[in-house]
């Protein structure tokens, strides 16, 4: 678990085309290990690929602050980004499944060349089937409810 104190790690590398500033930064807590420190993430990126909530990582002093270095321990969480557009109104119902299957969101506003959107950062707890969470998520695409790439699988995907 995470110490009381919190930090934020700025990420530089494998950002989605969407992060218009160059880095996103995400809050963590510090992880005292006999090795030295790692810091334990505390939410989901919106931009970040191969990253997710409960992540341990390393990271560096830097003129801005932290700054990522690499993965030290896998949390076992996914990450999913959805793309709502504005004139969407079917966002609850098809997002009610995901929910009850344990997932989670972070969202923020996202002005596109298409118009208005609203940008979700959904986590998904490792415990959770996978398959029914991609199911779900690309019926929502089918049914043009959102757009929704994936920024990390969590866990080893079984294709039998």
């Not at 809050?27 to 993430?41: D, M, N």
């Not at 997002?95 to 299957?101: A, D, F, H, M």
């Not at 929704?148 to 969590?154: K, L, N, S």
Request: proline share 6%; aromatic share 12%; charged share 20%.
């Amino acid at each position: 678990m995470a110490d009381e104190q919190l930090v934020k790690i700025t990420f530089e590398e494998n950002l989605h085309e969407l992060c218009r500033g160059g880095t996103e930064s995400l809050w963590a807590g510090l992880i005292r290990t006999p090795a030295g420190f790692t810091y334990e993430l505390l939410n989901s990126p919106f931009y970040v690929r191969g990253i997710s909530y409960l992540d341990r990582v390393y990271a560096s002093p830097s003129e801005w602050g932290l700054k990522y270095r690499k993965i030290a321990e896998r949390g076992g969480h996914s990450t999913y980004w959805l793309l709502v557009p504005a004139s969407s109104t079917r966002f609850e119902e098809f997002w009610k499944p995901l929910q009850v299957l344990g997932c989670t969101y972070e969202s923020g506003n996202q002005n596109l060349q298409s118009g208005p959107a609203t940008h979700y950062s959904v986590d998904v707890p490792p415990n959770t089937n996978i398959h029914e969470v991609y199911n779900l998520l690309a019926k929502g695409q089918a049914a043009k409810v959102w757009g929704f790439a994936e920024g990390h699988c969590g866990r080893p995907i079984d294709r039998s």
